[in-house]
């Protein structure tokens, strides 16, 4: 088993709701969203502030899950239920 950790974040009631109604039309969870970004994060290291500002980086993954079609997103998603 591998060795993980837990994060607790806190959202307001609005960010909560529209997260698990993203999460939900595209048959996901809000763990696996946060986990994927997480992992994402590298790529980040030149950033010199967080959030940024303005329109996402069309490099993030959240501008690249926009852009994928259905099938891709599952496959994204089984490889992720994987590594759980």
Known sequence: MRNRRNITVTVSHETYRQIRAW???????????VQAFLKDLPRMEDVQRFPLPG?????????????????????????????M
């Not at 039309?25 to 969203?33: I, P, Y």
């Not at 329109?55 to 079609?69: E, F, I, T, V």
């Open 23 to 33: 999460c939900a039309q595209r048959d996901t969870c809000v763990s696996h969203v």
């Open 55 to 83: 329109a996402p980086d069309p490099r993030s993954l959240g501008a690249h899950l926009d852009r994928l079609k259905q099938k891709e997103i599952d496959l994204i998603r089984l490889e992720i239920g994987d590594l």
